[in-house]
């Protein structure tokens, strides 16, 4: 069983810029999601004991998250697993949606971008690290994993563990203040209050 969370707010979140592999901070709000997310993965934890362990990507703000968790849930420390780091947006790294239309006019507007961002890595490199990353977390399907990740790198997780198509996979909703459970080839949405 996976538990998929995504970092808590950022400075960059909060600011509308795209990040891909620039850090940037937890913002108060940030902190206070990953809070509520533990919160509820403790109360998980509690109903299921046994084997837990949290993986999360190099980005320090999905390593701030995952700390967090840790220390609420009381689980080990969370491994660096390199292959759930974000999506390389290249050139667009650090820039407004604004700042990105007006350099490349055929973006405007164009929602779900991984993949398709100049300089960037492509749908095959990020398909090959997730199918990889899930093909060794379903060899051993009595698992309990937490996985703090990232927005995009998130989605496509859960759509290749569901097998949608890649413009159904770009449309997945990336909350902050809920994850996600895939298990039994379902994908379940799990909120924080």
């Not at 491994?79 to 820039?95: A, F, H, Q, T, W």
């Not at 929602?111 to 095959?124: M, N, V």
Request: net charge negative; hydrophobic share 40%; charged share 25%.
């Amino acid at each position: 069983m996976i538990y998929l969370v995504r970092h808590g707010q950022t400075v960059f979140n909060q600011a509308e810029r795209f990040q891909g592999r620039v850090d940037s901070p937890l913002t108060d709000l940030g902190v206070a999601q990953a809070k509520a997310v533990a919160a509820r993965l403790a109360d998980l934890v509690a109903a299921d004991p046994g084997d837990w362990r949290i993986e999360v990507s190099p980005l320090g703000r999905a390593r701030e998250t995952a700390r967090i968790i840790a220390a609420i849930t009381g689980l080990p420390a969370p491994v660096v697993e390199p292959r759930l780091i974000e999506v390389s947006y290249g050139d667009m790294e650090g820039l407004t949606r604004p700042e990105v239309d007006v350099r490349w006019p055929h973006m405007a507007g164009v929602r779900g971008t991984f993949g398709r961002a100049p300089g960037g890595e492509t749908l095959d490199e990020l398909g090959a690290r997730a199918r990889s990353w899930l093909a060794e977390r379903e060899a051993s399907p009595d698992e309990r994993l937490i996985a703090v990740a990232h927005a995009s790198i998130g989605r496509m997780l859960r759509g290749l563990y569901v097998g949608l198509g890649i413009d159904d996979t770009r449309l997945l909703e990336t909350p902050q203040d809920a994850f996600h459970r895939l298990h039994g080839g379902r994908v379940d949405r799990i909120d924080c209050p």
